[in-house]
Nanobody, 124 residues
Framework: QGQLVESGGGLVQAGGSLRLSCAAS????????MGWFRQAPGKERENVAA????????YYTASGKGRFTISRDNAKNTVYLQMNNLKFEDTAVYYC?????????????????WGQGTQVTVSS
């Protein structure tokens, strides 16, 4: 059974940066597209970014484009989310997810495995 473990969250002031990591195990990492989602208090879980199996394609939502960068290292079975110029509105639990498909997924239902999440809190 595949397992994903996020790390790198924490408390940061507005304008700061964080790099989230998601380590995968129990699956052939290179066969999975990966995504990052977040869920803020009182809101639904939403997609932030996604990346293809071999980094051939990346996608960002409007909130993350220009500030967030998704990347992956298949040799380390790890996907990253570099977050720069963080805003208070970025405060959420961030989840990584794995999708065994040739294309990236935009919705929760399209992913097979999920991590437990890592808290990102941005203070003003």
């Amino acid at each position: 059974q595949g397992q994903l473990v996020e790390s790198g969250g924490g408390l940061v002031q507005a304008g700061g940066s964080l790099r989230l990591s998601c380590a995968a195990s129990g699956l052939t990492f290179s066969t999975y597209a990966m995504g990052w989602f977040r869920q803020a208090p009182g809101k639904e879980r939403e997609n932030v970014a996604a990346i293809g199996r071999t980094s051939d394609y990346t996608y960002y939502t409007a909130s993350g484009k220009g500030r967030f960068t998704i990347s992956r290292d298949n040799a380390k079975n790890t996907v990253y989310l570099q977050m720069n110029n963080l805003k208070f509105e970025d405060t959420a639990v961030y989840y990584c997810a794995a999708r065994k498909a040739s294309s990236i997924g935009y919705y929760i239902s399209g992913y097979d495995y999920w991590g437990q999440g890592t808290q990102v809190t941005v203070s003003s």
